[in-house]
């Protein structure tokens, strides 16, 4: 039981959680990161179990540096998604699946994304997501609000406002609001020449 919030904008990706860590009608934690940054130009934030998505985002970092030190280059966002949806699938497939549900945002060379991986190894690419607990009242601000031309930070107020309205009604959303701002200038300085 969570927020999360996606957001792509005119000047990179804007992720947003709140910090409840529910266990039923219990809360476990009031302090949950639930946003993790990869590297300076991705980050995943996390909906559903805790241990199945940090499990997740190890193994997905590391085989992400792997392939990105085999190959001589950085992965893009959709690469990146592309390899965390197979692992979560993979899971799947063999009985033990990752009951999770991740927003994986970054910028590139190619420009800024949100994409949606569940655990069914599923990919969306949106303008901008939510997902957990709170989402559905979440939607409704991301909907009045967003607009193609979003900066950061109107984008960051935006995702704010999305979780907060959710925090409000949903009982596995509170305890605060965490933000993270990818610019896209930390795509081309990635760029190995």
Not at 125 to 144: C, K, R, T, W
Not at 145 to 174: C, F, Q, W
Request: net charge negative; charged share 25%.
């Amino acid at each position: 039981m969570t927020t999360i919030i996606g957001i792509k904008t005119t000047e990179g990706v804007v992720l947003a959680s709140d910090k409840r860590a529910s266990k039923g009608f219990f809360i476990g934690s009031k302090i949950v990161q639930k946003i993790s940054k990869i590297d300076d130009t991705l980050a995943i934030a996390i909906a559903g179990q805790l241990s199945d998505a940090e499990h997740l985002i190890k193994v997905t970092a590391a085989e992400r540096r792997l392939i990105e030190l085999r190959r001589g280059f950085p992965l893009s966002v959709k690469e990146s998604s592309r390899l965390i949806a197979n692992i979560a699938y993979s899971g799947l497939k063999n009985y033990q699946p990752y009951y999770v549900e991740l927003l994986v945002a970054g910028v590139d060379t190619s420009g800024s994304h949100v994409n949606v991986a569940d655990m069914s190894g599923a990919i969306t690419n949106e303008d901008f997501a939510a997902s957990g607990s709170g989402a559905p009242i979440a939607y409704g601000v991301l909907e009045s609000l967003y607009h193609l031309d979003i900066t950061n930070d109107e984008a960051k107020e935006i995702a704010k406002k999305a979780v907060a309205a959710a925090m409000e009604r949903d009982p596995g959303s509170g305890n605060g609001i965490d933000v993270l701002v990818i610019p896209k200038l930390v795509a081309a300085e990635r760029v190995v020449l």
